[in-house]
């Protein structure tokens, strides 16, 4: 088949495929465009990763047609910003770019459209921020009184709840971007289109200067939830910034277990399960783990053992 009318056909093919999607998304009262999300971009990196992003703006203009019919205002936000992913994605294989820079890019993406949508524009989606924090705030007091457990006077709560949700948010919109990257892959696999090679977990090693950053935000949290500020926005930027300087480190400090576990029991599945598991019991543990695991020359040490060890297996 001539290539420009293989190109119509996919695209064509693609299209209609989102405008299904649209159309359940509809019928469903926003199933897929809440929920399911990460679906979105899939046809569009397959069309992207076979074609390029030159030849795959005519699609995007076609599924924003599709989108102004089939879609509500809400979906017309989530079709722009999971199709660019979706663009992006694709053609980072298309021009063969590293595993890593895809990743990255990937959920720095979704993240802003995570941000924009459930923050910036909160009032235009229906959401009410507000709201939310105020039932929070009695869920966790009623939970309190049962327990007949009260919070230092000096904790502010509505402050941490509220700083809780804008992190939720940035979490939820990593793990839409990673979903995103193994959807694809797999897919891409399977209709054999060339993906770079995965690089291993331990080869995901930050610079020095974050470590510092982070435990600079570790500091800032707890200060900033054991003293109340004259300036509530600074106080709120304090926790924020402290809550993801604590998550990045104790990321790290997870990533550091596994390696070790991996070196010393030569366990890997279950271990990862059981290592996240504690690490939401003791965040801050894991986060002083993963602080020493990137300023110090801890990794080098566990990549180092992780070798000397697969050497002895293989001579075994």
């Known amino acids: 088949m001539n290539r420009d009318i293989r190109r119509i056909t996919d695209g064509a093919m693609m299209a209609a495929i989102i405008g299904v999607m649209l159309f359940i998304d509809r019928q469903t009262a926003g199933m897929i465009s809440g929920g399911f999300v990460w679906l979105l971009p899939i046809p569009m ?57 895809l990743v990255i890019r990937t959920i720095l993406l979704a993240v802003v459209a995570d941000v924009l949508s459930m923050l910036v ?23 309190l009184g049962q327990a007949k457990q009260t919070l230092p006077s000096n904790i502010d709560l509505t402050g941490l709840i509220r700083n809780a949700l804008v992190v939720s948010v940035v979490v939820g919109g990593v793990l839409n971007g990673l979903v995103t990257h193994l959807l694809s892959r797999l897919m891409l696999k399977r209709l054999r289109i060339y993906t770079a090679d995965v690089s291993p977990i331990s080869s ?20 900033s939830s054991y003293n109340t500020f004259e300036n509530a926005l600074m106080q709120s930027f304090l926790q924020g910034f402290g809550m993801i300087g604590v998550m990045y480190l104790a990321a790290f400090g997870v990533i550091a277990a596994m390696i070790y576990t991996k070196m010393r029991f030569h366990v890997k599945g279950f271990a990862a399960i059981v290592i996240v598991i504690f690490a939401m019991m003791m965040p801050v543990a894991f986060a002083l783990f993963g602080y020493f695991y990137i300023t110090t020359d801890l990794h080098d040490r566990l990549i180092q053992g992780v070798d000397s060890h697969a050497y002895k297996d293989h001579e075994n």
């Open 204 to 223: 995901y090693y930050p610079p020095k200067w974050s470590g510092y950053i982070g435990i600079l935000g570790l500091v800032m949290f707890y200060y």
């Open 121 to 143: 524009f909160a009032s235009f989606f229906g959401y009410d921020i507000a709201s939310e924090v105020v039932e929070y705030q009695k869920i966790v007091t009623k939970a």
């Open 45 to 101: 990196v397959f069309y992207s990763a076979k074609y390029g992003m030159k030849n795959s703006w005519m699609l995007f203009i076609a599924v924003l047609l599709l989108t102004f019919v089939l879609g509500t205002p809400q979906t017309w936000f989530y079709m722009v910003s999971e199709m660019l992913i979706g663009i992006l994605y694709g053609s980072g294989i298309y021009n063969k770019t590293s595993t890593r820079k």
